[in-house]
Nanobody, 124 residues
Framework: QVQLVESGGGLVQAGGSLRLSCAAS????????MGWFRQAPGKEREFVAR??????????YYADSVKGRFTISRDNAKNTVYLQMNSLRPEDAAVYYC???????????????WGQGTQVTVSS
């Protein structure tokens, strides 16, 4: 089992920044792919970013809608994954979830463990 707890959400003006954190506990954190997803009211949960970690280094992947504005990172020593969000737009407003799974994928169903979510609100 892996327990995930997100934090860092809040209200920000368009163009502003937020940094989300996801603290993991339980099984070995470094062995999982960590992803961020988001879900806005009335919409399906969508992939935002993911990060993997292997002996050859880290690999990241982003949704086109956030590429160049968001950065995912992880600190395996602290069992924490981060999502730095810059140049926020009203359409970025959603509940943001972190997730852990075994595969490099953008498919939410492939992730085994989920946090409770943190709300991000962007005012125009």
């Amino acid at each position: 089992q892996v327990q995930l707890v997100e934090s860092g959400g809040g209200l920000v003006q368009a163009g502003g920044s937020l940094r989300l954190s996801c603290a993991a506990s339980g099984r070995t954190f470094s062995g999982y792919v960590m992803g961020w997803f988001r879900q806005a009211p009335g919409k399906e949960r969508e992939f935002v970013a993911r990060i993997n970690w292997s002996r050859s280094g880290r690999s990241t992947y982003y949704a086109d809608s956030v590429k160049g504005r968001f950065t995912i990172s992880r600190d395996n020593a602290k069992n924490t994954v981060y999502l730095q969000m810059n140049s926020l737009r009203p359409e970025d407003a959603a509940v943001y979830y972190c997730a852990a799974g075994p595969s490099d994928t953008v498919v939410a169903g492939a992730y085994y463990y989920w946090g409770q979510g943190t709300q991000v609100t962007v005012s125009s």
